[in-house]
């Protein structure tokens, strides 16, 4: 029974050491333990163009012997800064912010004489950023597809035509014949217009015309293959309208043609236009000559109900067509 309460007696002691240690954390340092070092570094962290204090600061402490880095914080967002618990040595600081070119500080020292050490402001540059000019093209797609119409770039359906006709014939579902005659899927009952205005010829006269217009002054091709009720579409095939580009004058145009044959065919015609703004005139003057020798039988005779003859022909011809 003396035994137990002994150690008892005992267990209690020591617990109530253990306690008394507990409530005095500022005694001595216990064996193998190093007392905290006293040194630190402030200062504050502020823009070269007199802006104001850096946020935040990234402020990173460096041996100078090795430039290894020792510990580092971040500063306030009034730019200062404080890194306590230095040993002595020689130091320096590496400073960087966000917009800011980083900054080596010179050396300081921390000794026990002079356990604290102000470097005061540290002034950083800003990054100067030089931004390049940017140029954003943007081009408009080749075919441009309306409720009414498609519209076609010329030079793009047509990069090596020499004149709108050329043109014409390069465009999707528009066709033009030996001859310069124009048809759309087929059909030459078309409607040819110039900038949203009909053109007062057809036939050849307006196969010759097309082919003295330049093909670089042409800006698309529409074709409307369902005009509606304000073109008098009836009996057309569709319109197709040549729209050349702005501010485009043909001036003064004109075009001859001739052609002959034997025995003694020959045909020859002209044409000249002009166009300035809304005004548009043309003219077309066509000649032919045939001059060929005939020759021919001619019999006919005619019937009454019954079948008998009431009269007959017999006819031979030789002469010339003038």
């Given at each position: 029974m003396k035994r137990i309460l002994f150690v008892l007696i005992a267990l209690v002691l020591n617990l109530a050491a253990v306690s008394l240690r507990a409530q005095n954390p500022g005694g001595p340092p216990?064996?193998?333990?190093?007392?905290?070092?006293?040194?630190?570094?402030?200062?504050?962290i502020v823009a070269a163009d007199s802006s104001g204090p850096v946020a935040r600061p990234a402020v990173a402490l460096r041996n100078k012997s090795d430039s290894k880095m020792v510990t580092g914080t971040m500063g306030s967002a009034d730019g200062t800064f404080r890194i306590q618990g230095l040993r002595p040595g020689a130091y320096y600081l590496r400073v960087s912010g966000i917009g800011f070119t980083p900054l080596n500080t010179p050396e300081f020292t921390i000794s026990p004489d002079a356990p604290v050490a102000n470097v005061g402001s540290i002034k950083l540059s800003r990054i100067s950023v030089t931004l390049q000019a940017v140029e954003i093209t943007g081009e408009k797609p080749t075919?441009?597809?309306?409720?009414?119409?498609?519209?076609?770039?010329?030079?793009?359906?047509?990069?090596?035509?020499?004149?709108?006709?050329?043109?014409?014939?390069?465009?999707?579902?528009?066709?033009?014949?030996?001859?310069?005659?124009?048809?759309?899927?087929?059909?030459?009952?078309?409607?040819?217009?110039?900038?949203?205005?009909?053109?007062?010829?057809?036939?050849?006269?307006?196969?010759?015309?097309?082919?003295?217009?330049?093909?670089?002054?042409?800006?698309?091709?529409?074709?409307?293959?369902?005009?509606?009720?304000?073109?008098?579409?009836?009996?057309?095939?569709?319109?197709?309208?040549?729209?050349?580009?702005?501010?485009?004058?043909?001036?003064?145009?004109?075009?001859?043609?001739?052609?002959?044959?034997?025995?003694?065919?020959?045909?020859?015609?002209?044409?000249?236009?002009?166009?300035?703004?809304?005004?548009?005139?043309?003219?077309?003057?066509?000649?032919?000559?045939?001059?060929?020798?005939?020759?021919?039988?001619?019999?006919?005779?005619?019937?009454?109900?019954?079948?008998?003859?009431?009269?007959?022909q017999n006819q031979d011809i030789d002469g010339a067509n003038k």
């Amino acid at each position: 029974m003396k035994r137990i309460l002994f150690v008892l007696i005992a267990l209690v002691l020591n617990l109530a050491a253990v306690s008394l240690r507990a409530q005095n954390p500022g005694g001595p340092p216990q064996a193998g333990q190093q007392p905290p070092a006293p040194g630190e570094v402030t200062g504050i962290i502020v823009a070269a163009d007199s802006s104001g204090p850096v946020a935040r600061p990234a402020v990173a402490l460096r041996n100078k012997s090795d430039s290894k880095m020792v510990t580092g914080t971040m500063g306030s967002a009034d730019g200062t800064f404080r890194i306590q618990g230095l040993r002595p040595g020689a130091y320096y600081l590496r400073v960087s912010g966000i917009g800011f070119t980083p900054l080596n500080t010179p050396e300081f020292t921390i000794s026990p004489d002079a356990p604290v050490a102000n470097v005061g402001s540290i002034k950083l540059s800003r990054i100067s950023v030089t931004l390049q000019a940017v140029e954003i093209t943007g081009e408009k797609p080749t075919v441009i597809i309306e409720p009414d119409r498609n519209s076609y770039k010329a030079k793009d359906v047509a990069p090596a035509a020499a004149n709108a006709s050329d043109v014409l014939q390069a465009t999707p579902s528009v066709e033009v014949d030996a001859d310069g005659k124009v048809s759309l899927r087929g059909n030459e009952n078309v409607a040819i217009q110039i900038n949203g205005r009909p053109t007062p010829i057809k036939g050849t006269a307006l196969a010759a015309y097309l082919k003295q217009i330049p093909a670089n002054i042409v800006e698309r091709i529409e074709v409307i293959p369902n005009p509606s009720a304000k073109y008098d579409p009836e009996g057309m095939a569709g319109i197709i309208n040549i729209v050349l580009k702005a501010n485009t004058d043909l001036g003064l145009s004109g075009g001859v043609n001739t052609g002959f044959a034997t025995p003694s065919r020959f045909n020859s015609g002209g044409n000249v236009g002009y166009q300035r703004g809304a005004v548009t005139l043309f003219g077309t003057y066509g000649f032919n000559a045939d001059d060929r020798n005939i020759v021919g039988i001619n019999d006919r005779q005619r019937f009454d109900p019954n079948g008998s003859t009431l009269d007959f022909q017999n006819q031979d011809i030789d002469g010339a067509n003038k």
